[in-house]
Nanobody, 121 residues
Framework: QVQLVESGGGLVQAGGSLQLACAAS????????VAWFRQVPGKEREFVAA????????PYADSVKGRFTISRDNAKNTVYLQMHNVKPEDTAVYYC??????????????WGQGTQVTVSS
């Protein structure tokens, strides 16, 4: 079992930056593919970025490509989402996921509880 806890969300102005963290416990995250998703009320949870266990593959959603970066620190058992040049449409609850692959939520076994990101215009 892997427990995931997100942090780092908050209120940020458009054009600003924010870093989200996802701390894992229970098992070593280095052997898992990980991902970030986001969800706004009334909409389905959508894929943001993923990082393969080897680091060789890092797909991003077109809407965040060039602005967001997913990374991991195996020593801290933590995954990060660095967000730059944020836009109001980035406002959502952000979730980290592990134990799967791809851009569909059904592909992942483990989920965090989410952290709210609000971008003001």
């Amino acid at each position: 079992q892997v427990q995931l806890v997100e942090s780092g969300g908050g209120l940020v102005q458009a054009g600003g930056s924010l870093q989200l963290a996802c701390a894992a416990s229970g098992r070593t995250l280095s052997s898992y593919n990980v991902a970030w998703f986001r969800q706004v009320p009334g909409k389905e949870r959508e894929f943001v970025a993923a990082l393969s266990w080897s680091g060789a593959s890092t797909p991003y959603a077109d809407s965040v490509k060039g602005r967001f970066t997913i990374s991991r620190d195996n020593a801290k058992n933590t995954v990060y989402l660095q967000m730059h040049n944020v836009k109001p449409e980035d406002t959502a609850v952000y979730y980290c996921a592990a134990g799967g692959w791809g851009s569909l939520t059904a592909g992942y076994t483990y989920w965090g509880q989410g952290t709210q990101v609000t971008v003001s215009s």
